[in-house]
Each structure stands twice: as structure tokens, then as C-alpha cells.
């Protein structure tokens, strides 16, 4: 392939959440260009963005409002102002550590969780849920 050829399409994956994967598939030499058109849009459209592996506090901390229940062990719903660290000492070593909390707004007022406590989260708006699914595809 040379100059600005087209790279053949070779397989189209659907998947349940509305997202495709297409595959391209040829053979390039060291002077061959290829444009892959991509539209930004679609990444930026989504709320959740998994690309650079973030953890789960890093995840919640830029989901600021979101609608979440929590089970700490038992269910709280609140929506969500926050994550902060907080420091622990181990007791065995007397070692400090630093441990994420996430600040929810309950009927009862701001509550903190250490989110090593929470055992599951869900969040309560389906379009929420549906861009978690569609960034676990990407």
C-alpha cells in the first residue's frame, strides 16, 4: 500500500451496548499513510472514561452528583459530593496509609464512607450505567 490508501475493512464486532469495533487489516511499508477517521465526540460524549485505568475514587471523584446506592453493609442512596483522602495507621505496623472516603448526600445529611467498606455501588441513572457499559467495551 502507498500514498493514502484505504486500509480494508476486515471484521465489524457489534456489541449489546450500541458500540462497534472495526477492524482493519493489510499489509503498510515504511511510506504508507493511513487515515482512520475517529469521531473525538463519541469518548467525550461519555461520562465515564476508563482509557488511562483509573481506580474506583478516581472514577466517583469526576461523577460529582451522580445517584448512587451503596451497600456499607446495608444500602444507602445519596448523590455524590466527593472523594477525599483520609490517613490510617495500621495497627499492626503502625505504618500510616492513605485510604479514599467518598461524601454522599443522604435525606439524613452528607455521609462519609471509607470506599474499602462499600461492597457493591449501583448507579441509579440507567444512561449512567449504560456509559459504564459502553466504556468497559471500548
Same mark, same amino acid.
Given at each position: 500500500?502507498?500514498?493514502?490508501? @484505504?486500509l480494508?475493512?476486515?471484521?465489524?464486532?457489534?456489541f449489546?451496548?450500541?458500540?462497534?469495533?472495526?477492524?482493519?487489516?493489510?499489509?503498510?511499508?515504511?511510506?504508507?499513510?493511513?487515515?482512520?477517521?475517529?469521531?473525538?465526540?463519541?469518548?467525550?460524549?461519555?461520562?465515564?472514561?476508563?482509557?488511562?485505568?483509573?481506580?474506583?475514587?478516581?472514577?466517583l471523584?469526576?461523577?460529582?452528583?451522580?445517584e448512587?446506592?451503596?451497600?456499607v453493609?446495608?444500602p @444507602?442512596?445519596g448523590?455524590? @459530593?466527593g472523594?477525599?483522602y483520609?490517613?490510617?495507621?495500621?495497627?499492626?505496623?503502625g505504618?500510616?496509609?492513605?485510604?479514599?472516603?467518598?461524601?454522599?448526600?443522604t435525606?439524613q445529611?452528607?455521609k462519609?464512607?471509607?470506599? @474499602?467498606?462499600?461492597?457493591?455501588?449501583?448507579?441509579?441513572?440507567?444512561?449512567?450505567?449504560?456509559?459504564?457499559?459502553?466504556?468497559?467495551?471500548?
Amino acid at each position: 500500500m502507498s500514498g493514502n490508501d @484505504v486500509l480494508p475493512l476486515a471484521k465489524i464486532s457489534i456489541f449489546s451496548s450500541g458500540l462497534a469495533y472495526y477492524e482493519h487489516s493489510g499489509l503498510l511499508t515504511d511510506s504508507s499513510v493511513i487515515n482512520l477517521p475517529f469521531k473525538a465526540e463519541t469518548l467525550r460524549s461519555l461520562k465515564i472514561d476508563l482509557s488511562e485505568n483509573p481506580d474506583m475514587a478516581a472514577i466517583l471523584g469526576k461523577l460529582r452528583g451522580a445517584e448512587v446506592e451503596a451497600a456499607v453493609p446495608s444500602p @444507602v442512596s445519596g448523590r455524590i @459530593v466527593g472523594i477525599e483522602y483520609r490517613p490510617r495507621s495500621v495497627s499492626s505496623t503502625g505504618e500510616q496509609i492513605v485510604e479514599p472516603w467518598i461524601s454522599l448526600y443522604t435525606n439524613q445529611g452528607i455521609k462519609m464512607f471509607s470506599l @474499602v467498606e462499600i461492597n457493591t455501588l449501583h448507579f441509579k441513572d440507567p444512561e449512567l450505567s449504560g456509559d459504564l457499559e459502553r466504556a468497559m467495551d471500548l
